[in-house]
C-alpha cells in the first residue's frame, strides 16, 4: 500500500474573498482524488473585504485549514514566511490566494521533491508554459525581474518570482530571508541556489485573476526587486559587481595612459594634459582598490557559506 503524502498548503491573502470560495474547494478536491494528506494554512491580513470571516467558515467545513489573522497589512512576504514556520508537514506548497495558480499542478510538484529536489517553482517561461490574459505591464515587469536575478545572481533558473512553488521544510528552515513584500520569492529561490540546495522547474498555464485587483505596487515593488538583487550579488558574488567595476576602471584609465604616450610619441610634447594624466592615475589606482576589496569579500563570502 503507497504511504500517503503529507503536504502543507501555504496562501496569503488580502481582499481575496471571492478567489478563495473557489480556490479552497478546488484544493480540497485535489487532495482528496490524489489521496494526498493536506493541511491548509491562510494567513489573512485583516482584509476588509471579509476574506477572513469567509476562511473560517471554510475551516468549520474542511477540518484541514487553519486559519491565522494578522491586526493589519504586513506584506506578502511575510505572511508566507509565517505561514511556512507553522507548517508541520515535510513538504510545503506555496501558493497564491488570487486563484492564479492552478492545484493541478500539486501532483507534479510532489513527484520532483520525491526525485530528491529541495525546491520545484511552477514557471511561467519554460517551453511549455503558457500565460493567458496577463497585463503587458505585469509580464514586463516579471521579465525584467527575472533577467536581473539570472543576471546579477546565476541562478539560471527562468521564474525565480512566482510564488507557485513546493520545498522541503528542511530547506526553509535553512534559509534566512529578509524581504517582506513581493522580492520574498526571488531572495528565497537565489538564496536556495547559492547554499547549493538542488532546484526544478516544472512548466505551468498562469491564468490571471478573474476576480479583485493585483497587490502589486509596480514602482516600489519593482525597486525592491533591483535592491533585493544588488544584495544578494554583494552577499555571494561580489566580484561580479567590484570585479567588474574595478577591471572597467582599470581599463578605461589604461586607455587614456595609451593615448598619452602616443600623444608623447608622435607629436614629442604632451602639452597641458595634467587632468587626463591624473585622471588615468586615479581610475587606475581606484579600479585596482575595488578589485582588491571584491577579492576581499568573496573570500569572506566563501568563508561564510562554508560555516553555513
Not at 165 to 171: E, M, P, Q
Not at 212 to 225: D, P, Q, Y
Request: aromatic share 10%.
Amino acid at each position: 500500500m503507497r504511504a500517503k503524502k503529507n503536504v502543507s498548503v501555504i496562501i496569503p491573502t488580502y481582499n481575496e474573498r471571492e478567489n478563495i470560495k473557489k480556490l479552497i474547494p478546488n484544493i480540497e478536491k485535489l487532495l482528496l482524488h490524489e489521496d494526498i494528506n493536506g493541511e491548509i494554512i491562510i494567513i489573512d491580513d485583516n482584509s476588509p473585504d471579509g476574506t477572513g470571516k469567509l476562511a473560517e467558515a471554510l475551516s468549520k467545513k474542511y477540518k484541514n485549514i487553519r486559519v491565522i489573522h494578522r491586526n493589519k497589512k504586513e506584506g506578502v512576504g511575510s505572511a508566507r514566511r509565517l505561514g511556512f514556520s507553522l507548517a508541520s508537514n515535510p513538504v510545503i506548497i506555496s501558493m497564491e490566494g488570487d486563484n492564479t495558480h492552478n492545484p493541478e499542478y500539486i501532483p507534479k510538484f510532489l513527484q520532483e521533491i520525491e526525485k530528491g529536489a529541495d525546491l520545484v517553482i511552477g514557471s511561467r517561461y519554460l517551453k511549455e508554459s503558457k500565460i493567458v490574459n496577463w497585463p503587458l505591464k505585469r509580464r514586463i515587469i516579471s521579465k525584467v525581474a527575472n533577467f536581473i536575478s539570472r543576471f546579477f545572481a546565476g541562478t539560471g533558473i527562468t521564474d525565480v518570482t512566482n510564488g507557485y512553488r513546493a520545498f522541503t521544510k528542511k530547506l526553509f528552515n535553512r534559509l534566512k530571508i529578509d524581504s517582506s513584500g513581493y522580492p520574498y520569492n526571488m531572495e528565497f529561490a537565489c538564496e536556495a541556489y547559492s547554499k547549493g540546495f538542488k532546484i526544478s522547474e516544472i512548466p505551468i498555464v498562469f491564468i490571471d485573476r478573474e476576480k479583485g485587483t493585483s497587490k502589486l505596487h509596480v514602482t516600489k515593488e519593482f525597486a525592491s526587486f533591483i535592491a533585493t538583487a544588488f544584495r544578494f550579488m554583494y552577499t555571494y558574488k561580489p566580484m561580479k559587481i567590484f570585479g567588474t567595476m574595478g577591471m572597467f576602471m582599470v581599463g578605461v584609465g589604461s586607455l587614456i595612459a595609451l593615448y598619452l604616450v602616443y600623444i608623447r610619441l608622435t607629436a614629442g610634447i604632451v602639452g597641458n594634459r595634467l587632468p587626463l594624466i591624473v585622471l588615468s592615475f586615479v581610475l587606475i589606482i581606484s579600479g585596482i582598490q575595488i578589485f582588491s576589496f571584491g577579492l576581499i569579500v568573496n573570500i569572506i563570502s566563501k568563508l561564510r557559506k562554508d560555516i553555513m
